[in-house]
């Protein structure tokens, strides 16, 4: 019995080290492969993992890591195949870049450590309703969003005659309906009205946002991906449209906005780095590891856009070089 007994509680210590992906049992290791999944090709995307792989180069050596590196090409459901063929090729972390890149990582294992990144609020992506700013399982990493009380308060320092706003985003992005949401509730409190317009995809990214030009003195674009990576599209309508767009980041901003409230998606994906060295490193239980926040945030502004508008800059922002 007493033989029996320990060779139980042998089991159960086994088992604990090993829960929820703590990283405890990479700390003896001296070379990791680290699975990335990007959603698209985007600037903003694409300096948020380069950031990432130069933060974790720096911190376990360059010869010591192997990044696989995947895109998505915008399709959401891509993520599940990439994810998935990383937990056969046995990564040591994961690191999920953007919302369905997140989502499709937790669906797809408790076990392995996943750090997102390019995420404006883990609670709404992953479905989360008691929110404490640890998702407390195999999931943390970055956050981007900015202050949206203050991009709100930027439509009306840039057009303080603004009486109706439309928020356009994709119906499928769980953090732009929570940026839309979030938005229209601090417009209500500045007496101004607003309407959400949603696209499903990229064919009706033109004709929705055709139809907000109809309805809003501005539109305010939030961090959306299929919107980022469709700016051009969004371009073509406002500017002949002459409605100004505010958006909520720099990369968007410079295909179709006026101004923008942004964080510096390279710095993020450093924290995210640093982040995965701690955990495959120093032994950094994931589960218990807070998400992070971009520490600076640049008010920037669009010279295309103005010039098109007749829009004059306002002092204190930047130009989107």
Not at 112 to 125: E, K, M, N, Q, R
Request: charged content about 20%.
């Amino acid at each position: 019995m007493k033989k029996l007994l320990s060779l139980l509680l042998a089991v159960v210590m086994v088992v604990s080290l090993a829960a929820c992906g703590s990283g405890k049992e990479n700390k003896e290791k001296t070379s990791w492969t680290i699975g990335i999944c990007q959603l698209a090709q985007h600037p903003a995307l694409d300096k948020a993992t380069q950031g990432f792989m130069d933060a974790v180069k720096e911190g376990l050596g360059e010869d010591n890591v192997t990044f696989i590196e995947q895109n998505a090409s915008g399709e959401a459901a891509s993520c599940t195949t990439i994810v998935n063929d990383f937990l056969s090729r046995n990564v040591d972390l994961i690191m999920a870049n953007a919302t369905p890149a997140l989502q499709a990582a937790a669906a797809a294992t408790s076990e392995v450590p996943i750090l997102g990144t390019s995420i404006t609020h883990y609670a709404p992506a992953l479905g989360l309703s008691d929110w404490n700013g640890t998702v407390g399982t195999n999931v943390s990493g970055t956050s981007d969003l900015a202050d949206l009380k203050e991009q709100a308060a930027m439509i009306k320092e840039w057009f303080p005659e603004t009486k109706k706003v439309d928020i356009i985003y994709c119906s499928s992005e769980a953090n732009s309906i929570f940026q839309a949401q979030e938005v229209a509730g601090y417009l209500a409190e500045m007496g101004i009205e607003s309407k959400e317009f949603t696209f499903t995809d990229t064919n009706d990214i033109a004709s929705v946002t055709l139809s907000a030009c109809g309805y809003a003195d501005v539109i305010y674009v939030p961090t959306d991906n299929i919107a980022a990576n469709n700016t051009e599209a969004i371009a073509n309508v406002v500017f002949t449209e002459k409605v100004p767009v505010i958006a909520g980041e720099k990369d968007t901003c410079s295909g179709c906005g006026v101004a923008s409230l942004s964080i510096d998606y390279y710095d993020l994906g450093v924290a995210t780095g640093k982040m995965a060295v701690k955990i495959l490193k120093e032994g950094a239980n994931v589960s218990e590891m807070p998400i992070e926040y971009a520490a600076n945030l640049t008010k920037y502004y669009n010279k295309n856009a103005c010039d098109i508008l007749g829009i004059t800059p306002l002092e204190g922002y930047l130009v989107i070089e």
